[in-house]
């Protein structure tokens, strides 16, 4: 196995396997996998797989329905990760903000962190006028459709956004924007306004404003409001805005500010 470019050492394939099962396991959210279609995907011979399987199921890391033929995430996985989102020192800052927010306003805000493509979210806050039957946390986004993800992006400019989008983009909706030079156009107008919009990029109806947080550099951190297109009239547009720029104000002064601990965040670069 190659070694690691920033350290020289070199890496432990069944350390890396391991965690490209879970990744993957994790990415299919509440679609169980067969033993084929793990192996299939991760380019492992099965009974290597299955060895592998074995060893996490009895550790919690992964379940296996009564069948023992479907395999999906385990618990221990939320155990890790609610493990992170409680020691996390800037979403103790962050949700409590983000809560007075959106009892302001009465819409949808999220607050999410970059890792490599994607924008994982760390906390929403849900409109009282269309709650959604599921949570957002731990989900995650392509950076390049969202507003959080774009806002991050936008700061990233001068030194290249290419390990942070995928050289094949792939549609959402008939509002992504696929094209590599409309992105970077984009993208400049976002650092220019001051905080990206995602206009039905994602979904079909949804109009979002992210706002990038910098309180490290570069920013890793964004929260955003999502606002369904039909009740967005340019009025209410600036309220919206005002009420995120004042928010954003608000968390940059109180989140501690280390420009040495910003490389430790995980923003994936």
């Known amino acids: 196995m190659e070694s690691d470019r920033a350290t020289g050492v070199r890496g432990v394939k069944s350390a890396a396997r391991t965690v490209d099962l879970l990744e993957l396991l994790a990415s299919r959210q509440n679609r169980p996998a067969r033993l084929r279609e793990l192996s299939d995907a991760l380019g492992a011979p099965r009974s290597s797989v299955y060895a592998l399987i074995r060893t996490l199921v009895e550790r919690g890391w992964v379940r296996v329905d009564i069948t023992g033929?479907?395999?999906?995430?385990?618990?221990?996985?939320?155990?890790?990760?609610?493990?992170?989102?409680?020691?996390?020192?800037?979403?103790?800052?962050?949700?409590?903000?983000?809560?007075?927010?959106?009892?302001?306003?009465?819409?949808?805000?999220?607050?999410?962190?970059?890792?490599?493509?994607?924008?994982?979210?760390?906390?929403t806050r849900e409109s009282s006028k269309y709650i959604r039957p599921f949570s957002r946390v731990g989900r995650q986004l392509p950076a390049f459709s969202t507003s959080?993800?774009?806002?991050?992006?936008?700061?990233?400019?001068?030194?290249?956004i290419d390990e942070h989008v995928p050289a094949d983009v792939t549609p959402l909706t008939p509002n992504t924007i696929v094209d590599h030079d409309a992105l970077l156009a984009d993208l400049e107008k976002t650092r220019e306004?001051?905080?990206a919009i995602d206009d039905e990029e994602n979904y079909v109806g949804v109009r979002c404003f992210g706002f990038a947080l910098r309180y490290t550099n570069p920013a890793t951190d964004a929260i955003s409001c999502s606002v369904p297109v039909t009740s967005?009239?340019?009025?209410?547009?600036?309220?919206i805005v005002a009420a995120m720029e004042r928010t954003r104000a608000t968390i940059e002064r109180m989140a501690p500010f280390d420009l040495a601990a910003s490389a430790e965040l995980p923003s994936g670069r």
Do not use: F
């Open 148 to 160: 959080m993800g774009k806002s991050l992006l936008a700061e990233r400019l001068d030194g290249g």
């Open 193 to 195: 306004r001051g905080y």
């Open 69 to 123: 033929t479907q395999y999906s995430i385990g618990i221990r996985a939320l155990l890790a990760g609610t493990t992170y989102l409680d020691t996390d020192p800037y979403l103790r800052i962050v949700q409590p903000l983000i809560t007075d927010l959106s009892a302001e306003l009465d819409e949808t805000i999220h607050y999410g962190r970059l890792d490599r493509g994607d924008i994982v979210y760390l906390a």
């Open 232 to 239: 967005l009239t340019e009025g209410r547009r600036e309220e």
